[in-house]
């Protein structure tokens, strides 16, 4: 079972000195069946109290004010986390379980169009064109994971945080957030319970750093929910550390924030993800 040190690094800088500014921060990582949280840490720069609570899914969300002026804003986020790949998935019922009212009314808020994620009939015609089919839910589910893969180029700067799905299948690029919510999308149209996952990723054997990456988890009747990458399908889900979890991107955002002054003029991300002894 990998331990994992991971850190994540925000720094904002604004254009001059702003005050009342109030953020909330989804940066903790989840303690679950998958993964162990040995140690975990928030700090802020200018130094403020921080509060805390668990939103609707699960997620531990941490909030602060600063009243005083600043002009620059850093968040860092640091934890030791044992990850563990997940019990092999069964195969569970088929297809005509997606209509079981039961099954409905437990996933509802994970069946439903939301913000960044929507019925149209251009994913429909995507996900006809990649020929999914049969009973097996699981198996589709493996299927769409790859076929997203396969339809949509990975390349950064092509895509922006509210870039439409249909956009994404348009131009046949994105990236891993993209990709995700793709795949959530068609999964709704079938009938099928999905849900955004975001996170820190540890690449096995690269000596740089880690990454923030966002993958899906979708709802399998009989099975319960199991995770699926189409950025990196069929993924070694032991080096995925998992953070926060929702409906779309709009549920599970880093740092969110609003304040009084100038605009903001750079933002840095920094993600630091290694492996440890032991």
């Known amino acids: 079972m990998p331990r994992l040190h991971a850190r994540h ?3 904002i800088r604004y254009a001059g000195p702003v005050g009342e500014s109030v953020n909330e ?3 903790t990582p989840r303690a679950d069946g998958r993964q162990d949280v040995e140690w975990r840490h928030l700090r802020v720069q200018p130094g403020a109290e ?3 609570h668990r939103d609707a899914f699960g997620n531990e969300v941490r909030w602060f004010q600063l009243t005083e002026p600043h002009e620059t804003l850093v968040v860092e986020s640091e934890a ?3 990850t563990r790949p997940p019990a092999p998935a ?6 005509a379980a997606l209509a079981d009212p039961g099954y409905r009314d437990a996933h509802a808020e994970f069946l439903a169009p939301s913000p960044h994620v929507r019925p149209s009939a251009a994913l429909e015609e995507f996900a006809r064109g990649l020929a999914l089919g049969g009973d097996d839910v699981l198996g589709w589910a493996r299927a769409l994971e790859g076929g997203v893969n396969a339809a949509i180029v990975y390349e950064p ?3 922006a945080v509210d870039t439409p799905v249909e956009e994404v299948v348009r131009v046949g690029r994105g990236v891993c957030q993209d990709m995700a919510h793709l795949m959530i999308a068609c999964a709704r149209q079938r009938g099928l319970a999905a849900r955004y996952v975001s996170g820190w ?4 054997g690269h000596q740089g750093p880690g990454e923030s990456h966002a993958w899906v988890e979708v709802a399998i009747p009989g099975a319960g929910w199991v995770e699926f990458d189409p950025t990196h399908p069929e993924p070694a889900h032991e080096h995925y550390v998992r953070v926060a979890v929702g409906r779309d991107y709009g549920d599970v955002p880093p740092l969110r924030g609003s304040y009084l002054g100038p605009p903001t003029e750079a933002m840095t991300v920094t993600v630091d993800v290694r492996l440890l002894p032991g």
Do not use: K, Q, Y
């Not at 069964?90 to 297809?95: P, Y």
């Not at 990723?201 to 096995?204: G, I």
């Open 157 to 159: 700067g092509v895509t």
């Open 80 to 82: 030791i986390v044992v």
């Open 201 to 204: 990723l540890h690449l096995p």
């Open 9 to 11: 690094r925000t720094e």
């Open 90 to 95: 069964r195969a569970g019922a088929g297809a």
């Open 25 to 27: 921060v989804r940066l």
């Open 50 to 52: 921080l509060a805390g």
